[in-house]
């Protein structure tokens, strides 16, 4: 029975206030507040001499707009401010929440609503902001490998065969010129027999190579001779001169080029009596034989060149000289010889 009694009189105390909260209501408090949280209120800053005269009615539309409940600019969040211009205008100010400040003239009251809605729809009708990129998921780190003890039975991993290694082709070599025309002068010593003599010797060729086989012309002068044995009276001056031409063979090697070549010449000896007939010249004409080798150190441009040829005399072409007369032409010669050579492709 007491508890009875507890309990009835703590239903008599219940407050007024608990039992007017139906349902419904609390539904509708529930939603208002957070809407009124949700609501940035505009404000107004007003110069004072606009309250009056001509701009009174239409400051006071401009303050029901901004500040009055259930106007539809009074959420808009902005900060505006009005204050006198010149020539009896006016200065319309809006600060948009979006930090954007819009200044415009207003004339008469008549345009200063209309120029306030322009100004707030500014801020409605701005680009939406790119929505922001989706979150990354940072990576998930694979979970540690726990290696046991390895099991007797377990196959033996083989290690994958090594990558055959990449042989890398050697640069191609240039290609050597098909055709070259070479030009070569070198100075040397000859000697000759039968008679004995040893003369100085300066020689002039062209050559004219296709691949390894070449074409030779050439010409040689002997300014100056030297009698070693001397069938005659011993006053006679030799003066040699000739001209041949050859067909060789050439092939490169690590420390040059080498050519061999056969040729063919006319060889001219004049003899000359310093005693007892100054101007009288005696010449025999030969055609000879010979061999010629030569060593250049390159096979085009330009390079050093050492030469050695030999040839015999099988037959005499022109004899004008008096029998015993003058000593006998030499039978055979032998020469070496240096200089330069200069060669070019075509």
């Not at 415009?104 to 500014?122: F, H, K, N, Q, Y």
């Not at 990129?133 to 540690?144: F, G, I, L, T």
């Not at 006679?236 to 050519?259: C, H, K, M, N, Q």
């Not at 040839?311 to 000593?327: E, K, L």
């Amino acid at each position: 029975m007491k508890l009875r009694a507890y309990t009835g009189q703590r239903n008599l105390q219940t407050p007024v206030r608990a039992r007017l909260l139906t349902p419904p209501l609390a539904a509708a408090l529930a939603l208002a507040a957070p809407a009124a949280a949700q609501c940035p209120a505009s404000t107004l800053s007003l110069d004072p001499s606009l309250a009056e005269g001509r701009w009174a009615a239409a400051v006071a539309a401009l303050r029901d707009t901004l500040t009055g409940e259930g106007r539809p600019w009074h959420c808009a969040g902005a900060a505006v401010r009005f204050a006198p211009g010149a020539s009896g205008a006016a200065v319309l100010e809006v600060q948009l929440p979006s930090g954007t400040v819009i200044r415009r003239r207003v004339a008469s009251p008549g345009e200063l609503l209309p120029t306030l809605r322009a100004a707030l729809i500014v801020e409605s009708l701005a680009a939406p902001e790119a929505a922001p990129a989706p979150p990354v998921a940072p990576p998930v780190a694979a979970p540690p490998v726990v290696e046991g003890p390895a099991r007797a039975d377990a196959p033996t991993p083989h290690a994958p065969p090594p990558s055959p290694a990449r042989v890398e082709p050697a640069a191609p070599r240039p290609a050597e010129s098909a055709s070259i025309v070479e030009a070569n002068v070198d100075v040397g010593a000859r000697a000759g027999a039968t008679p004995s003599y040893v003369t100085a010797a300066v020689r002039a060729t062209v050559a004219f190579r296709i691949r390894a086989w070449s074409l030779l012309a050439w010409a040689r002068f002997e300014p100056w001779t030297y009698r070693l044995v001397d069938r005659g009276p011993g006053r006679y001056s030799l003066d040699v001169g000739a001209f041949g031409v050859g067909g060789g063979w050439s092939a490169r090697t690590p420390i040059g080029r080498v050519e061999a070549a056969v040729t063919l010449a006319m060889d001219s000896y004049t003899w000359r009596d310093r005693e007892l007939l100054p101007g009288q010249r005696e010449t025999v004409v030969q055609a000879r034989v010979g061999a010629l080798a030569r060593w250049s150190s390159r096979w085009d441009g330009v390079s050093l060149s050492v030469a050695l040829d030999g040839d015999v005399a099988p037959v005499t072409v022109f004899d004008g000289t008096p029998p015993a007369s003058v000593p006998a032409a030499p039978a055979w010669s032998v020469g070496l010889a240096a200089g330069v050579s200069y060669g070019r492709a075509l």
